[in-house]
């Protein structure tokens, strides 16, 4: 699919995901079952290992809902991934594995939809990179409204956080908010995060890539 296709289709599905409310969209891709990792849940894992808009679907998840969207310049999956944060299969690298990749300018934000309906004590993780031109300073906040209001109650320790310099395109790091001490985001519908990017992400060249992003949760 072109660059300009895909960007196209990702807007809409940004605009829906903060103008709408989440129980009114719909998705093609079903939701497995979650898995069970001891006393925590998987309910949510995007490896995007496949180089379409279904990547921008979980891999696993709880609910249909469960999407993310870039309102920056475009996006595309590129290779190499990495098994940092890897679930199941993926903690092996293989032939295909990819991330996704969110290319400057990053003029809106990325945004991560996940209801977590049915659970609490929520941990969202997730591996990143940049390139040397790609925004090293990111911000991170949550709605519990689905995206009427942000806020960053419960990460306000870390809602401000920094890549380190790489001079390669595979030095992933992983990030890891806990926002268990917020009752609001237990067994809520309307659950989203949103990253927007700071220093970098003006610039016309470069890009920052995710991969791996996992949600953990405890059935209440």
């Not at 990495?82 to 990053?106: E, F, I, K, M, S």
């Not at 997730?126 to 409204?145: L, R």
Request: hydrophobic share 40%.
């Amino acid at each position: 699919m072109k660059k300009h296709l895909l960007s196209t289709i990702l807007f809409t599905l940004g605009m829906l995901a903060i103008a709408s409310c989440v129980k009114d969209r719909t998705f093609t891709k079903s939701a497995p079952p979650p898995i069970n990792t001891g006393n925590d849940t998987l309910l949510y894992y995007w490896d995007f290992n496949t180089d379409s808009i279904s990547a921008m679907l979980p891999t696993i998840g709880i609910s249909a809902s469960a999407a993310v969207s870039y309102l920056g310049a475009s996006f595309d999956t590129v290779q190499p991934g990495t098994t940092v944060n890897a679930q199941g299969y993926d903690t092996t690298a293989h032939a295909g594995d990819a991330a996704l990749r969110l290319r400057n300018p990053a003029s809106g934000p990325f945004i991560i939809i996940m209801p977590t309906t049915g659970y609490k004590n929520i941990v969202l993780k997730f591996a990143e990179d940049h390139t040397t031109k790609g925004a090293t300073v990111n911000m991170i906040s949550y709605t519990v409204n689905g995206g009427a209001s942000w806020k960053t109650d419960a990460i306000s320790a870390y809602s401000t956080y920094n890549l380190d310099s790489v001079s390669t395109y595979n030095g992933f790091q992983l990030f890891s908010f806990d926002f268990s001490s917020d009752d609001s985001v237990n067994n809520n519908a309307l659950f989203q995060v949103r990253i927007d990017f700071g220093t970098g992400a003006t610039n016309t060249s470069g890009n920052d890539r995710f991969d791996n992003i996992t949600l953990f949760g405890i059935a209440k």
